[in-house]
Structure formats: C-alpha cells, structure tokens
C-alpha cells in the first residue's frame, strides 16, 4: 500500500451515496473537499462525530468546502444511520470498499459481534480518516486513526482552513 502523499494528485473516488452516485472528480469547491470516513453504524462515537459535522455543516459549505461522510456501511446500515441520527445536511456514502479503503490508507478491522449500543458490528469495516482535497485534485491535509478515539474537532479544521486561506499556507508532509 503506497501512502497517499500532501501536493500529490489523488484517484478520483465513486462511491453511492444516499442520494445517488457521488465522484471526487466532479467536485468543484472554491477551497477544499473533505472526506469523512466513519467506521458506521455500530459507532456510538461516530454518531456523535458524524452528528457534529452536520450541525456545521453550513459553516463548511460557506467557506467554500464540499462535504461527505462515507462508511463501508451497506445503504440499508447507511440508511438507518441517517435517519436514526437526524442527518438532514450531509452527505452520506456507502459500501466503500476494501480496495477503496486501502487507497485511502484507511485501517480496517472486523466486527466483533454486537456493540456497547446492541447493533451488530459488520464482519470487517474501515476505521475513520480525514482528508481535505484541493479542488486541483491534490491532496492537502489527512488524518488516519486504528480507532474511533481522539478523532480532530470539526471546529478546530474550520479555525484551520480559515488560517490557511488568510495565510496561503502550503500543504505539509510531502516528503517521506
């Protein structure tokens, strides 16, 4: 697996979602698009993560950035996730798959039965990543985790991106 590297092009990514076919290639934000990786519907913490960056939603949206969560979750899981946690701005991909998972550098893990919540885990699943793509297809921040703790505050990226785009500050990390 090669690690995907900052001011690097990044392979464009279809993924169904919800509400139809989604492609990183056919965004156009003014700044970024941010991926949102989420391990799915078992996650009592990505509820709460995925519940936060809906309610800021707009914040995202405003300063020029396109959004979606995406889970490997089936649209059934993906479904239940949006209904149950009051999803009404975001974008929600599912079935993201194995191959599309180690792309993106994304850990996986397999499911050990029910959860802390009673839902059963899926047999194997992606653990969360973040990544900001600039709209020349690049790649600028990502954050990868083995677990659903610790994950970056939406609100914190957004105090980011506001330096960022006063400072012209460049993408970091692409030397290995």
Not at 9 to 31: K, R, Y
Not at 92 to 117: D, M, P
Not at 142 to 171: C, W
């Amino acid at each position: 697996m090669k690690p995907l590297i900052p001011r690097q092009a990044v392979s464009d990514l279809t993924i169904e979602t919800l509400s139809g076919s989604w492609s990183l290639h056919d965004q156009n934000p003014t700044h970024f698009t941010l991926l949102a990786f989420y391990r799915g519907y078992h996650c009592p913490i990505c509820k709460s993560y995925i519940q936060e960056l809906n309610r800021v939603f707009k914040e995202f949206e405003q300063k020029g950035i396109s959004v979606i969560a995406i889970s490997s979750d089936s649209k059934e899981r993906a479904h239940l996730a949006q209904t149950e946690w009051a999803i009404d701005q975001l974008e929600i991909g599912h079935s993201l798959t194995k191959e599309q998972a180690q792309y993106w550098g994304l850990f996986r893990s397999t499911g050990r039965g029910l959860t802390s919540i009673g839902v059963e885990e899926p047999e194997n699943f992606s653990e969360p990543g973040l990544f900001l793509i600039q709209p020349d297809k690049t790649l600028y921040w990502s954050q990868v985790s083995t677990m659903p703790f610790a994950r970056p505050h939406f609100k914190e990226i957004l105090g980011a991106i506001d330096f960022v785009l006063k400072n012209n500050y460049p993408a970091r990390g692409e030397l290995i």
